[in-house]
């Protein structure tokens, strides 16, 4: 799952996204609403991060690797 410059997620009634790298330090954190959503991480260094989703059914967690 690298990820260059555009992360498209989908997904069933995302409300919220935030991205955490590895140490915790959040660095994306926005509403959403919908079943798909773009992110923009070309200004993010190249490494592993962190995707906490919150759906209408829960939250969510996902690794995904910025190349």
Do not use: C, W
């Amino acid at each position: 799952n690298p990820v260059k410059d555009l992360l498209t997620l989908q997904g069933d009634a995302m409300r919220h996204v935030s991205v955490y790298s590895v140490l915790g330090v959040r660095l994306y954190d926005r509403d959403v609403h919908g079943s798909q959503v773009e992110m923009d991480m070309s200004s993010f260094p190249e490494g592993l991060y962190i995707l906490n989703i919150l759906t209408d059914e829960g939250m969510k967690t996902m690794k995904v690797m910025k190349r």
